[in-house]
T-cell receptor
């Protein structure tokens, strides 16, 4: 069964460093997303991406964050100058978004980011 | 702003019991509602998707219902098993905009005791 895959599963970085989280969405899906979950808190939306551009972003997704689809399969989240409060589980998701076929969102296993 | 609440926050039941998890949302103008399972430190596994025009969806021992007008959904788990122990999250998608964000509840942490 097709699945969303994320790498790495765990990333430790020093405060102020840049990190890139990588995702391979399901191949025929059209929309890609990043969410995060700070330990003990709700899953929060960061950004959605369609047709090579951001379609929606939350107030969390400020200039520190950027997303990119560098090739036909990968989708990345870059966090510049990481802060302690960026420590969280980051989830990538994708959905097909065609009316009548389905709009179910499928999530990856997550990347646990720890900023020290 | 859409708010999603799940009750109870935690639930512990003996194996074999039927149980109901509740989800409520403040804005009834939703496109769909999705129930997920999350195991500790793991990703989100989609269990059921209910479109706004539907009243319920079933998958095996799971049945999810949706009452959009009252802003409520329930997840019914029949004949619970220890393997069902996990956190269950509900999430709603607003309006009819493609690719719109999901808003999540806090989750219900379920423990099924052998």
């Amino acid at each position: 069964e097709p699945e969303v895959t994320q790498t790495p599963s765990h990333q430790v970085t020093q405060m102020g460093q840049e990190v890139i989280l990588r995702c391979v969405p399901i191949s025929n899906h059209l929309y890609f997303y990043w969410y995060r979950q700070i330990l003990g808190q709700k899953v929060e939306f960061l950004v959605s991406f369609y047709n090579n551009e951001i379609s929606e972003k939350s107030e969390i997704f400020d200039d520190q964050f950027s997303v990119e689809r560098p090739d036909g399969s990968n989708f990345t989240l870059k966090i510049r100058s990481t802060k302690l409060e960026d420590s969280a589980m980051y989830f990538c998701a994708s959905s097909l978004e065609r009316v009548g076929i389905g709009t179910e969102a499928f999530f990856g296993q997550g990347t646990r980011l720890t900023v020290v | 702003k859409q708010e999603v609440t799940q009750i109870p926050a935690a639930l512990s039941v003996p194996e074999g019991e039927n149980l109901v998890l509740n989800c409520s949302f403040t804005d009834s103008a939703i496109y769909n509602l999705q129930w997920f399972r999350q195991d500790p430190g793991k990703g989100l596994t989609s269990l059921l998707l209910i479109q706004s025009s539907q009243r319920e969806q079933t998958s095996g021992r799971l049945n999810a219902s949706l009452d959009k007008s009252s802003g409520r959904s329930t997840l019914y788990i029949a004949a619970s098993q220890p393997g069902d122990s996990a956190t269950y999250l509900c999430a709603v998608r607003p309006g009819e905009t493609s690719g719109s964000r999901l808003t999540f509840g806090e989750g219900t942490q379920l423990t099924v005791n052998p």
